[in-house]
Every structure is written in C-alpha cells, then in structure tokens.
C-alpha cells in the first residue's frame, strides 16, 4: 500500500518561501517519476513540479524560477522549495508519481497572503 505524507505547509506573505517535504513508503521510490501537485479552491488539481529518477526536473511555468524541486532517494522524500510566493499560489499541495498513484497524500496547506 502506497503512503504519502506532505508536510512543511503553512501560511506566508507575499514574496515569501516555503519547503515542502513528501515521505513516501510502500512504493521502490527510486524508480519513479515523482511530481507535487496543487489544488486551489474551485479548480483542478495540477502538476507544478516534477522530478526524474535521475534528477532531471520541469516546472509548469507559472512557477519556473521560483520554485525547485528534489529528492532524497535513500530517504524515500521529495521536497519543494518555494520562494517568491504569490497570492495564487495558495492551494493544497501534494505529491505522488507520474503517472498518479490512486491513492494520495492528505496533502499540505498552503496560504499566501498578508
């Protein structure tokens, strides 16, 4: 059974950053794609960030250049930086493979705003 568990969440001013961290267990974690994943109120979730087995990475634009995305293959955890946080930033973040697990993570809350 794949588990999950984002935390590192909170609330932030504008500008200001964040570290997300995901455990995850149940899974060969080494040999996945893992990505986070964020839903705001009234929209779909979406795929902010994603890293390789290797480390290659991608980022959906609307966070390139402020947010970095990595992982501890030994650990089994991959982590989000987040700097330079906007307003639409807020949303609950998440992370699982790609493709998705059908199970996710609680999730961690994210909120920016002054």
């Known amino acids: 059974q794949v588990q999950l568990v984002e935390s590192g969440g909170g609330l932030v001013q504008p500008g200001g950053s964040l570290s997300l961290s995901c455990a995850a267990s149940g899974m060969i974690f080494s040999i996945y794609t893992m990505a986070w994943y964020r839903q705001a109120p009234g929209k779909q979730r979406e795929s902010v960030a994603a890293i390789g087995r290797a480390g290659s990475t991608n980022y959906a634009d609307s966070v390139k250049g402020r947010f970095t995305i990595s992982r501890d293959n030994p650990k089994n955890t991959v982590y989000l930086q987040m700097t330079s946080l906007k307003p639409e930033d807020t949303a609950v973040y998440y992370c699982?493979?790609?493709?998705?697990?059908?199970?996710w993570g609680q999730g961690t809350q994210v909120t920016v705003s002054s």
């Open positions: 699982n493979a790609v493709p998705t697990f059908s199970s």
